[in-house]
RNA sequence: GCCCCGGUAGUGUAGCGGCCUAUCAUCCGAGCCUGUCGAGCUCGGGACUCGGGUCCGAAUCCCGACCGGGGCGCCA
């Protein structure tokens, strides 16, 4: 029997193979029989081979291959045929069938019946939803994104570091935490790496990146939340203003999709996907701005209102129509507003308005940061004003005392990015193995 | 956390007080077929989430639990 090292992968197999043996490997995805000749699909990471076998050839051959249970895991040897009637242009005649692994019946999830399966189904059985080409593409897509995110932050010069997620106090109000046994005593699962990345910016590590999950304690249950998400995170020192923040929010954006284009072409036209290469720079408006636009637009809204999901989701139509823009910036929301981000800078001129922003990609916010106060004082002030206990903070504040420069930086939604970016209905579908409220299996 | 909706074969569904011995598809099994690739044909198999209640009678109505879907709030 050949060893498992020696396959010949699906996408492997051209012109050259015609009339040679090969070793092929995958799950036998369907079996059909028609009396004197069967057909065995038979599936790897990359596509499907036909395995043609004739009973006048070899009976017992026949006999095997037309009685296995379809997605057990099958190790064949044979020659390869060119072949008009086949779908990839050949086939392979076997010599050798070898059953490495047999599947039981009936499947927990169909990988190609011809009837769909709800959300849960799949998730439940996420192995056999794996199998689908169209599953795993969004993943080889999630990474292709990664892949052009991570190129263009080390070519701009970022760091790529890794924060704890065990933490003894969180940063932001607002989300809940999720409380852990730490020894003796008592810890949380960290919502984000705001506290260290700030706290990094003091040291010469002064543009960094992580991107790490991060986990959120809130018992909302929606297609754009979950409780454990990737959290790209970025922070950068010697900055300006937010517009300096906002240039590489803008970068990820773009290189992330630019490269999902030309990295994952055959992706995603498997999900029938296309992915217009957005223009730089992306629309800017004030919040101010927004609010006025969602009021001509017949929202009842006031300056001083959050946006809410449907503010979100109109802007975003709005702005598709009337500019053909699916990412844009809103910036400047007003301090009241972001009250409880007590990190948050407010602008110098006019203290009720920061230099917060949030990207929003079709009507859904994937990014919010900004410059960070960085002067002591400021800061210890803007804490008290949130009834913060100084004392817990200690290590974070203690950075702004021995020279820290000005910075700023945001979150980035993974998650929400390939969302948005494939048009997926739940962000579930972008986690392999998501996190909810309600799920902790598998 | 709040509001609305739903749970029927492995999967996806129809039925919504007696016509249900529960529909259809997919799937599984037996058989026929030498070019299938949504194969085709014949025959067979498999289900009303759980616990209470109403009623002569419950898949169907009511209550509770568990599970799921959608929306809002909050956020990435």
Redesign the pocket.
């Known amino acids: 029997m050949p060893s498992w090292q020696h396959i010949t992968y699906s996408n492997e197999i051209k012109d050259g193979h015609f009339g040679k043996s090969v070793a092929v490997g995958g799950w036998a995805q369907?079996v059909?029989?028609?009396?004197?000749?069967s057909?065995l699909?038979l599936r790897d990471r990359f596509g499907v081979i036909?395995i043609?076998s004739?009973?006048?050839?070899d009976p017992e051959l026949f006999r095997q291959m037309t009685?296995i249970?379809?997605e057990s895991v099958l190790l064949i040897t044979g020659t390869v045929k060119e072949?008009g009637?086949?779908?990839a242009g050949f086939?392979v005649i076997p010599e050798t069938v070898a059953v490495l692994s047999e599947a039981m019946?009936?499947?927990?999830?169909?990988v190609?019946?011809?009837?769909?399966?709800?959300?849960?189904?799949?998730?439940n059985n996420r192995f056999m939803d794996l199998r689908k080409p169209e599953t795993r593409a969004i993943f080889q897509i999630r990474a292709k994104a990664l892949e052009g995110i991570r190129g263009y932050l080390t070519s701009e010069g970022f760091v790529e570091v890794t924060t704890p997620k065990i933490v003894a106090a969180g940063a932001?109000?607002?989300?809940t935490l999720f409380p852990i046994k730490y020894f003796d005593k008592s810890a949380y699962l960290a919502q984000?790496p705001q506290l260290y990345k700030q706290n990094l910016m003091g040291t010469g590590l002064d543009r960094i990146f992580e991107i790490a999950p991060?986990y959120?304690a809130?018992?909302?249950?929606?297609?754009?939340?979950?409780?454990e998400?990737t959290?790209l995170d970025i922070e950068l020192a010697f900055i300006e203003s937010s517009e300096d923040v906002m240039a590489v929010a803008e970068g990820i954006a773009y290189n992330g999709l630019r490269h999902v284009k030309e990295a994952a072409s055959e992706q995603l036209d498997m999900l029938g996907v296309e992915i217009p290469i957005p223009e730089t720079p992306f629309p800017r408006m004030t919040y101010s701005e927004a609010i006025d636009l969602l009021k001509a637009n017949g929202m009842k809204v006031e300056h001083g209102d959050?946006l809410?999901?449907?503010?979100?989701?109109l802007l975003g139509d709005v702005i598709m129509r009337e500019r053909g823009c699916e990412l844009y910036f809103i910036t400047d929301f007003p301090t009241s507003?972001k009250r409880?981000t007590f990190y948050a800078k407010r602008h110098d001129d006019d203290p009720e308005r920061t230099g917060y922003f949030?990207l929003d990609y079709m009507g859904?916010?994937?990014?919010?940061g900004g410059q960070r106060e960085h002067r002591y004082d400021v800061l210890v002030e803007q804490m008290k004003e949130n009834s913060m206990d100084l004392d817990s903070f200690e290590f974070y504040l203690k950075a702004f005392r021995f020279g820290m420069p000005p910075h700023g930086g945001?979150?980035?939604?993974i998650?929400?990015?390939v969302q948005k970016m494939l048009h997926l209905?739940?962000?579930?579908e972008a986690v392999l193995y998501p996190r909810d409220r309600?799920?902790l299996i598998p």
């Open positions: 369907e059909r029989n028609l009396g004197g000749i057909f699909q036909q043609t004739l009973k006048k050839r009685t249970q379809r072949s009637e086949a779908k086939e019946t009936p499947l927990p999830l169909g190609v019946d011809k009837v769909g399966a709800d959300l849960d189904t799949r998730l932001e109000g607002g989300a984000s991060a959120r809130e018992a909302s249950d929606t297609v754009r939340h979950i409780a998400f959290s959050d809410g999901t449907e503010g979100e989701k507003l409880g949030d859904q916010e994937i990014v919010s945001f979150g980035f939604g998650e929400r990015y209905p739940n962000i579930r309600l799920r």
